[in-house]
């Protein structure tokens, strides 16, 4: 399909605009033959085959056969043939086309009758709520298509009277959602878009007379002009137009001819036709013609702010005081600081790409932030309404990260159908709105409490920051090539003063501290923090500097990763398992195995010769060291000759005899990369390979940071928490309001809150008085202390989940921030933990203790089932080496529950009596089926199961929850026909058995909390409030899994009073039922519940 025409004059919103010279790009295009090889273009010019001859695609300012003239005439009128465009990417004419209205007037005189006139949007693929703005020519008919997010218009004027050669006014104007299309300043068609957007949302390059990707042309006649137009005029590419030509059988494809330059088009479309695909040039009729560039433009990524490109972070709003405009700033600014970290991605297929084998896709992560603010605010009642459920049940839940050795997860690669990143963002741009809103029109009562609505949206806000840094982790990860530093990104200085080498240690006295978070502080909080722990410190010292890259590299010079002696069993099974040789983020030549997942988990970072791109020779934007360069010659000062060390006389070159490379292991200034022993390293920052920065803090995991205190010497160590506190000085006390909290400061001379977009030289900022530095941000501190409740722990019922199910002994608190640490994450205030083997932006500092006592380390001694692998070995790893250490409980007292006499108990009350209690209650649920149907059960609370199983010919479908492992992994033994032993109260040996025939139709599901992907069911039963950590967490949820007009039927002491609390808005209580139980020995109460 060729398209010829001339553009005389457009005006866009009242202002003309020049159709070339504001064009950014523009090539006069057509097809060639394969005579390409000699390259017969000139000045930058395209060669494309034609059949045995060629053509050449002249760039913007060029023309002739062979693009050997220059145009030096003004074009006053742009004339276009075959596959001509014209682009602008100006900020200024982009605002012009976006927006709740536009007026294009244009001077045309078309030439043949298909081919586009004016596109902004999207390339591909559009979905139904794609936003884009085209007009065009398709059959003769001129016509005008455009998507405000509700739904598509078509609007279009037939006349022939168009093509008769003289110039012709067209005129195109849209006032929201009203459009029309005018001609020759007489003819009017009108049509308006369906939905209530009104606002045009493209924020994409405009083209006029054509687009780029790649061109396709018409080669037999079997193939329809309509579908051909789909390439410019739906914004398709041709291979997606091409293989929905296959698909609907409009004609028969003999052979592809192709630009063998472009390797990725011949695998993809080898992958598609596999032998059927023939490449042979001059073959026989009904070809497609398919010319790519070898100098591909890349594919156009689809924007993803819904505001502005932001990396300055606000501090957090003061709870007691704060109005709604600092609650909408401090909103804004969390979506903004996470969706510009997502500007990095270069491509829109990079979002579906798994940088770490433990995580989703990043799509997921970008999408997820903004649906737990939905579910939040459901919950809270301050949203009335969803706004997209299966967006909010897709995007709800992450991996299950309790082991390093998993099995990738189904949603990880392979047939998992993600939405689109432009549906991603239309969804969030649908929230932000809509919260904005919710803001603006909901009364606020002072102060906000934990028991406030508004509760919720500081919660979506403050867990949009901890993905912003836990996603920083994962675009880290992935390979340098898929990621660009945004403009606003800057990393920090390689060096600070004098290089840092030497890490003395500092004595602490004996003392008491006491930490945790008073319920009362106006700022927002997390579960964990809450609470008060008092603990006496004896004396230790500790490391000024947190552990350098340069301290960290004598380990790994000396073989440290291959010392077995040196790891704890865990850690060295991990250190196998991953190959480890050296730090994540340290990058070597030797293609050392990556850790990523999916398509990428053969990727290896290790090999400069693919990760060092434009890194080595370019500044970081902070420091004044310019690193060495494409030659050894240069230096980093202003003048040749100057050194680029401390003045040591040692110069970037070769001339006094010590060079910089890899003779001797002298570095220049601390950015080369080191080698020591034969091998070179460098260092993975956000987006580049960068020398390596000896004086950053080392980043590692726990097991790495262990590895190294034993090979520093016996009695070497972690912090403590409480010692974490100790080293940070007397602070204000907390009754002092937000002063007293080190992110509500309004200089922070510290490297946290983004004030760098990398790690800093441990000693640039300033030390405590105690002569510690960085105690806050550059990066998180690993310790020795297992994640726990403080004293008097309770989860909040909003995010149940957040913290409890990590009290098992097998995270590790990390403590103090990092750069990217913003918010609550920033908080003196702030724990956090992840599992032992995990990669944050988090280092270490060594310790170790002065006198033998009893250190202030808390470390669960709690048995934890993991459904499918049983209990597992939590060794003591400090107390193994000499050191006594506190044992506590968890404080999730739902692990207490699924201890193995809980078990015992649970089994000998559903297999011990004749009439066991879920028996009795299953005759109720019977009963009262014919009022809620029969489609579904949900039973919360299932046990072993005996209650579900039983109802399994009653019901269509059941679904058995408990959030006990030992609970689910017996019942599905028991749903198999197996026979499942168990100890009585009385000592006495039992069994329990079903018959394993007929239950099919009940899953058995282990859930902390109830996600939206339980659905809603007919009947909604609940046995187990009395021994959860948090009932409220539980009722809250109850209306959203049972249907409008199903049954609730609740088991528990509670009264009515205390359930209406939680299920008024909701629920409208009908009656109780008592029930007799274990032979009428027994009594429990029931109370129904009808959801409206």
Known sequence: MFWWTAYQLMIINGRPLEVVSDAREGINIDNCDHPCVDQPCLNAGECQPDKGEYNCYCPLGYHGSDCEDIIEEKIDAAHFSGHSYLKYSEKDIIERVNGNKIDVQMKIKPETKDGLLFWSGKHYPLTSSSDFFALGFTNGA??????????????????????????????????????????????????????????????????????????????????????????????????????KFCGQGRGRIQGLYLNTLDSDAITFLVKVFGQGLKRQPGAAS??????????????????????????????????????????????????????????????????????????????????????????????????????????????????????????ENYRMGGSYKWPSVNEVMDYRRTVRNIIIKMIQDTPLVLPITKESPWWGLLMGMEHERIHLETSSVLIRQLPVDMVTKPDGWVYGPMKYSEPVMSNPMIRVEEREVTYGKPDDFPSYGWDNEYGEETSRVPAFEASKYLVTNREYLEFVHDEGYSKKNLWTEEGWGWKLYRHAEHPAF??????????????????????????????????????????????????????????????????????????????????????????????????????????MPLDWPVEVNYHEAHAFCSWKGSGNRLLTEAEMNVIRDDQFPPSDGPKSDVIYQDNIDLNLNLKFGSSTPVNMFPATEAGF??????????????????YDYRSHYLYDDFSSPCFDGRHNIILGGSWISTGDEASRFARYAFRRHFIQHAGFRLARSLETAELPARLIDSEVFVLGIGVQENPYVIEEEGHKVMKVPTTNKQYGYDEKHQLYGILEQEFGYRDPLPLAIARLCKEYKTESGNESLCWIGCGTGIGPMHLHNVFQNILAIDYGGRFIDTALKLQKGEQVEYTKSNGQQAVAMFDGVGYDNVVFKQLTWLPNEVNSHSMTVVTFLDRTLNPKAWLARLWEVTKEGGLVLIVSDWEIEKLQVSLQRHMVYIGKRELSYQDGNAVAMMTIWKRI
């Open 142 to 243: 001129l016509i005008l298509r455009y998507n405000l997010g509700g739904g598509e218009v078509k609007i279009t004027y037939n006349s022939t009277n168009l093509f008769d050669g003289k110039w012709h006014d067209v005129r195109v104007q849209r006032d929201k959602t009203d459009s029309f299309i005018m001609v020759d300043n007489s003819q009017v068609v009108e049509g308006s878009s369906p939905g209530s957007y009104t606002i045009l949302n493209t924020n994409q390059r405009l083209y006029i007379g054509g687009m780029p990707e790649v061109k396709i042309a018409q080669g037999c006649k079997s193939i329809d002009q309509s579908l051909l137009i789909l390439h410019l005029f739906n914004g398709q590419s041709s291979i997606t137009a091409l293989l």
């Open 286 to 407: 009904c070809f497609i013609y398919i010319a790519v560039s070898h100098k591909r433009e890349v594919t156009m990524k689809t924007s993803v702010l819904t505001g502005k490109e932001n990396f300055q972070s606000l501090k957090p709003p003061d709870l007691s005081c704060c109005t709604k405009q600092q609650l909408q700033d401090y909103f804004e600014n969390s979506y903004e600081l996470n969706e510009s970290l997502f500007l990095s991605l270069k491509e829109d297929d990079i979002f579906y790409k798994c940088p770490d084998r433990l995580r989703l896709p990043l799509i997921f992560y970008f999408c997820h932030t903004s649906v737990v603010y939905v579910n939040k605010l459901v919950l809270s009642g301050l949203l009335k309404e969803r706004v997209n459920l299966e967006f909010e049940t897709m995007f709800e839940t992450g991996v299950d990260e309790m082991s390093w050795d998993d099995t």
């Open 586 to 691: 340290w990058v070597c030549d030797n293609g050392c195995k990556g850790g990523c997942g999916a398509a990428l988990s053969s990727y290896s970072h290790c090999h400069f010769n693919t990760e060092l791109t434009t890194t080595n020779g370019v500044t970081n934007g902070q420091s004044n060291i310019v690193t060495n360069g494409q030659s050894n010659g240069l230096t980093n000062g202003q003048n040749n000759g100057v050194t680029n060390g401390q003045n040591n006389g040692m110069t970037n070159g070769q001339s006094n005899g010590v060079t910089n490379g890899q003779s001797n292991g002298v570095t220049n200034g601390h950015t080369n990369g080191f080698n020591r022993g034969g091998t070179v390293y460098k260092y993975r920052a956000m987006f580049d390979v960068l020398d």
């Open 773 to 790: 530095h960085d105690v806050y941000g550059n990066v998180w501190h690993w310790t020795e202390d297992h994640f726990n409740g403080l």
